[in-house]
């Protein structure tokens, strides 16, 4: 027997004749073209526990379901697409927390890019973010400009993501520094271009499927053996959101945790005699289902690395500059920070993080946290 | 233009002033008068106002939504509301099945969830949790210190602390933990012109009428229920599953009622009738036109051994081993249904109710047959899913397209009547545990008797004289 028998069996009570109109009328016939956005605006919500940004507003609005209602009433002209109406089409973290509770395995992010893509096709778009599409579309580099940088040769790209780039050089590089101990030179190059992923975010398509190109055209040259990245969402974006456009990507890419937890298996390693937490990316477990990054930190003796309540694919993620939400509402970012922080700060003072946007944002409330680079280079004493 | 958008209009014009006072009192970041917000406060998850949404047809669209943040901010609310004679309708998850949130009279939407402290005392076994608290993080939070509430109903992931209070709600594991008037120790709520009602904590207290059930079911109609304290249970040690297949679902329930007055309490009992069976247990070989029974039996190892040799004694069917509990484990909080079968027309919906074991059987096949009856429903079935020593609760579900000419308004009011005059026939009760709302109000009367209805409205105009707290919900 298959899942729907039960329907026919007990229409047949009905008659054969009504059981075989209705099977063959509405539950084989009609049901695959129920779209994606009316499942989820009609759906109880199941997944809305699980969305930071919810919580924190403790808005249905900001709900996942909540959010889909909003795109069919824009879509069907109840709503005028107004920055305000609009906002909460945008102002979400992106994280993906809906899709691991959802029964038809949606992301809220995707159920409503088609009606973000209308809406970018009539040039509507929130004015905060008006600036980030312009500095995508001029310079490939969320900020503006691309920093003056030189070309640094080796056998592994490194793809460093415009907010390491940006706010994070010291990270990046530590990074090369890390790599270079372990006698792996990392390629740079000044070219590399945003990844793409908040022209997706906005419905920007054409943008984001430019941005894609130029990134391939980059990665076309054999003289890498692979890349890697420290940002997780850049490797999200290379692995899952430009295959998914029928990009192909000609390079395997790697955020940092996936190939030092192999390169670090048999390396006298020194202690870190320290007690952290672990705040996860959604990217990384949720994302690429990697779990590379508590492998690694298991690796370093003395580090007691601690859990939190919400980890691995359940991960409660923060999001920043890596979102929408940097610049449409920039102290809610901090306000799901924040929240993260109290859950953290049960369990250790002392946070590990694979988010560049964790990292800024957990800095900025005042707590202590490391990339988990910094503390694979103070086990390789670099 | 669709209609809905002139609704909108109106409501947007009729909130100016209510939203200028309550921005002085509470500030903007806690209220919005917002056109989204308002066109997503304007139902709860009842299934017929699935169609509504669908349709563009909403009908009940709130002037003002407010988040407080603290109690001070809710006697701020209500205290106004009370002066203005403004309506409020209190929010927690969203996820009442029967209109019990509505706001028919515009007014104000107070949604609690930004108040979800949650502290737990171990020593006493109790948790404190602000209502807003989401019942899944609470859980989860008791989980990973050891603990459970022990209270898992199907909307866990939506629904709140304060909501599970308001609606008298229960879970799928309540055979062992009971329902939330059985875990409610202490309770908070805010009552017109704006005070505060404050029963603490005890094990058990003999102070006269019991208060606290004033407020367990009183779905919004005397006040806002801002705080509760529950008792908690140590994480369970040991978890056995078991599973049977019985010719009859009658077969069944009387296997459960002898485990029962045995004394035994699985946390989780259900069974399913032929129609049900088949629809969640059909990967069983075999199964057609059986009717299918999960156990979980939880808690101290002694004590779970003791329960499952009495549940493996009386109950007589052929054993189905884990699979069954596991699959329903796994897929118990699968609503897909909902999405996909209204927007090609479908009307669906469930009716819980009760009634003493003498009369369960009974009231099984009456309302199956009253569902059947009414033009246009195609599938009537049920399970039974909280068992007492006294009896048991059957969970129905309908589904039909309504006939040509019929609105799915119509259609489904059909078919509550029809249901819910079967189930006074018999002698059962018409909510189990959903609630009344404004889908049920119109049997509260007959369910309860004159009197008792009359003094049920006359409470409800002591505690809200000016009538302000979720008016005309359970049609008082």
């Known amino acids: 027997m298959s899942e729907r028998d039960w329907i026919f069996e007990a229409l047949k009570e009905k008659g054969l004749g009504t059981a075989v109109r209705i099977v063959t009328t509405y539950i084989t016939g009609k049901l695959k073209g129920v779209e994606d956005l009316v499942k989820c605006a009609l759906c109880p919500n199941m997944c809305k526990f699980a969305c930071p940004v919810h919580i924190v507003l403790g808005s249905e609005t900001y709900s996942p379901a909540g959010r889909a209602r909003i795109a069919y009433y824009i879509k069907n002209k109840v709503l005028e697409p107004t920055e305000e109406n609009t906002k909460p089409l945008y102002a979400c973290l992106n994280c993906n927390a809906c899709n691991v509770w959802c029964p038809f395995e949606f992301a809220i992010p995707d159920v409503t890019h088609p009606v973000k893509v209308q809406l970018k096709k009539r040039d509507i778009l929130p004015e905060s973010l008006k600036r980030i599409e312009e500095n995508l579309r001029n310079y490939g580099f969320l900020y503006g400009s691309k920093p003056a940088e030189i070309t640094r040769k080796g056998k592994v790209l490194y793809l460093r993501g415009c907010t390491v780039r940006h706010h994070l050089r010291d990270l990046a590089r530590l990074t090369i520094e890390v790599f270079s101990k372990l006698g792996i030179d990392l390629a740079t190059l000044p070219k590399e271009s945003c990844c793409g992923i908040h022209a997706y975010y906005m419905g920007a398509d054409d943008l984001f499927k430019e941005l894609a190109r130029v990134n391939i055209e980059l990665l076309s040259s054999s003289e890498w053996e692979y890349a890697i990245t420290s940002c997780p969402v850049v490797a999200y974006t290379y692995r899952v959101l430009y295959p998914r456009f029928g990009i192909k990507v000609p390079l395997s890419v790697y955020y940092v945790a996936e190939v030092l937890k192999d390169l670090l298996k048999d390396k006298e390693l020194s202690e870190v005699k320290r007690t952290v937490v672990l705040h996860d990316s959604w990217a990384l477990t949720r994302g690429l289902n990697s779990s590379s990054v508590i492998e690694l930190l298991r690796l370093i003796p003395g580090l007691d690395v601690k859990l939190p309540m919400r980890h691995g694919r359940e991960v409660f993620d923060v999001g920043y500059y890596c979102t929408l939400l940097a610049f449409i509402d920039p102290e809610l970012a901090k306000k799901v920070a924040a929240e993260r922080l109290r859950e953290l700060k049960e369990v250790a003072n002392v946070i590990v993080t694979a988010s560049p946007d964790a990292k800024i944002l957990f800095a900025e409330l005042g707590a202590e946290v490391y990339d988990i680079i910094e503390i694979v280079a103070e086990a390789l004493r670099v | ?476």
């Open chain 2, 1 to 476: 233009m669709p209609e809905l958008s002139s609704k909108l209009a109106k409501a947007l014009s009729s909130s100016g002033k209510i939203y200028k006072d309550l921005v002085k009192l509470l500030g903007t970041d806690k209220v919005s008068n917002r056109p989204a917000d308002i066109l997503i406060y304007s139902h709860d998850y009842a299934p017929i106002n699935l169609h509504r949404l669908l349709n563009l047809e909403l009908d009940a669209l709130p002037y003002v939504i407010v988040w407080p943040e603290s109690v001070d901010d809710v006697i701020e609310v209500v205290r106004y509301a009370y002066v203005n004679n403004v309506p409020i309708y209190p929010y927690g998850g969203g996820s009442g099945v029967l209109r019990g949130f509505a706001p028919e009279r515009g007014g104000i939407v107070i949604d609690l969830k930004r108040m979800r402290s949650i502290e737990l005392d171990e020593e006493n076994l109790m948790v404190t949790a602000e209502a807003g608290v989401n019942g899944m993080i609470l859980e989860e939070y008791l989980n990973y210190r050891g603990y459970t509430l022990g209270h898992i109903p199907q909307s866990l992931y939506e629904s709140t602390v304060g909501g599970w209070v308001a609606t008298k709600a229960t879970g799928q594991f309540s055979t062992k933990y009971g329902g939330i008037e059985d875990m409610l120790l202490g309770v908070e709520v805010v009552i017109p012109p704006g005070k505060v009602i404050s029963l603490r904590p005890h094990p058990r207290t003999a102070t006269g009428p019991d208060l606290r059930k004033l407020f367990i079911g009183s779905e919004g109609i005397y006040g806002i229920i801002t705080r509760a304290t529950l008792r908690v249970w140590p994480y369970p040690e040991k978890r056995v599953k078991l599973s049977f297949a019985t010719e009859t679902f009658e077969e069944a329930l009387n296997y459960i009622r002898q485990i029962l007055r045995a004394g035994a309490k699985p946390a989780v009992i259900r069974v399913y009738d032929r129609i049900e069976t088949l629809r969640h247990f059909y990967w069983i070989e075999g199964i057609k036109g059986k009717s299918v029974t999960i156990f979980i039996i939880e808690g101290e190892s002694r004590i779970v051994d003791a329960e499952v040799s009495i549940v493996e004694e009386i109950f007589k069917g052929k054993e189905l081993g884990e699979e069954p509990v596991n699959h329903w484990l796994r897929t118990r909080f699968i609503v897909k249904e909902a999405s996909e079968y209204a927007p090609l027309g479908f009307v669906f919906d469930t009716i819980e109710v009760a009634a003493p074991w003498s009369k369960v059987v009974r009231l099984y096949h009456e309302v199956i047959k009253a569902m059947n009856e009414v033009k246009g429903t195609l599938v009537a079935s049920a399970h039974a899913s909280h068992f007492y020593p006294q009896g048991a609760c059957l969970y129905f579900t309908f589904g039909g397209l309504p006939p040509t000419g019929t609105s799915p308004y119509e259609y489904h009011s059909k078919v509550w009547a029809a249901a819910m005059e079967a189930v006074l026939k018999v002698g059962g009760t018409i909510s189990h545990h959903h609630g009344i709302g404004r889908v049920r109000a119109p049997w509260l009367r007959k369910e309860l008797g004159d009197e008792a209805y009359e003094l049920l409205k006359k409470l409800k105009e002591v505690v809200d004289e000016k009538g302000i707290m979720n008016p005309s919900n359970m049609g008082c």
